[in-house]
Antibody, heavy 124, light 110 residues
């Protein structure tokens, strides 16, 4: 059974960097699939942040690309998200997810596993 | 790139069918067969219901079906049940390796 669990600070100061880690169990990151992040401001819709392959190849939402970095640590079976220069608009529930796609060129085949989500509030 | 367009709400009585639309452009829905649909109950993570326009993951009831025509993808829920009441989001692959979501549709079972 594949399980994902987000971890990281629930409160971040404006202008600082938001950092989250997703720990995967029941599936090795080296086996394939794409691993990504999706966020949801309270009471609002979903927004795709980006995705990373086991090789380290990354794809980002163009509207966030300048502030977002994804990385993967296969030795710990974890992948991470960093968002720099955060503002109140970055306040959201952040979900880590797995995409079913296993090809070398990303073609989304559905986010089939999700973490429970973690609320990150940007406020001083 | 703008979000995909969904109606904010939809409703139906138990046993009825309801269809939720998702409108995009030539840069996303029209250009690619990578449309997915997600169900989200309050306080829960979304659940994948449909992928690659029409495919159902294992475990999703066949009451859920989907299609695409032109710039509009659609999700149909047949034989509505109380537990189908939730928010539904469509998603599509888009140009430049982007993924777009719709604004979400709140489905109410009357």
């Amino acid at each position: 059974q594949v399980q994902l669990q987000e971890s990281g600070p629930g409160l971040v100061n404006p202008s600082e960097t938001l950092s989250l880690t997703c720990t995967v169990s029941g599936y090795s990151l080296t086996s394939g699939s794409y691993w990504g992040w999706i966020r949801q401001p309270p009471g609002k819709g979903l927004e795709w942040i980006g995705i990373i392959y086991r090789s380290g190849s990354t794809y980002y939402n163009p509207s966030l690309k300048s502030r977002v970095t994804l990385s993967v640590d296969t030795s710990r079976n974890q992948f991470s998200l960093k968002v720099t220069s955060v503002t109140a608009a970055d306040t959201a529930i952040y979900y880590c997810t797995r995409d079913r796609d296993t090809g070398n060129a990303y073609r989304p085949k559905g986010f089939d596993y999700w973490g429970q989500g973690t609320l990150v509030t940007v406020s001083s | 790139q703008s979000a995909l367009t969904q109606p904010p709400s939809a409703s139906g009585s138990p046993g009825q069918s309801v269809t939720i639309s998702c409108t995009g452009t030539s840069s996303d829905v029209v250009g690619y067969n990578f449309v997915s649909w997600y169900q989200q109950h309050p306080g829960k993570a979304p659940k994948l219901m449909i992928y690659e326009v029409t495919k159902r993951p294992s475990g999703v009831p066949d009451r859920f079906s989907a299609s695409k025509s032109g710039n509009t993808a659609s999700l149909t829920v047949s034989g509505l049940q109380a537990e189908d009441e939730a928010d539904y989001y469509c998603s599509s692959y888009a140009d430049s390796n982007n993924v777009l979501f719709g604004g979400g549709t709140k489905l109410t079972v009357l």
